[in-house]
């Protein structure tokens, strides 16, 4: 939902159906380079040219950053079965 002009007239209401704030893994991939991480790393971290092989950092900080949620997503859900 977008919401346009008239902010200030916005009102909450109660909803019966189940609202989450999990948005997913691609929509945070999505978010952070529209913010301009990637070039951010980049800029300060460049790749050597002396290797073809060498991976830039802003994939490898966006790995760790996905996998690490990922994991912490897993984690809480096994938690919920738990209970």
Request: charged share 35%.
């Amino acid at each position: 939902m977008i919401l346009t002009g008239k902010l200030d007239q916005v009102t909450s209401k109660m909803s019966k159906t189940d609202v989450t704030g999990q948005m997913g893994l691609s929509w945070i991939e999505h978010s952070t380079r529209h913010f301009g991480r990637e070039e951010m790393l980049d800029r300060r971290m460049p790749v050597s040219r002396e290797s073809n092989r060498e991976i830039k950092a802003s994939r490898k900080v966006m790995a760790g950053m996905l996998s690490l949620i990922a994991w912490v997503e897993k984690v809480e859900e096994d938690e919920e079965e738990r209970t």
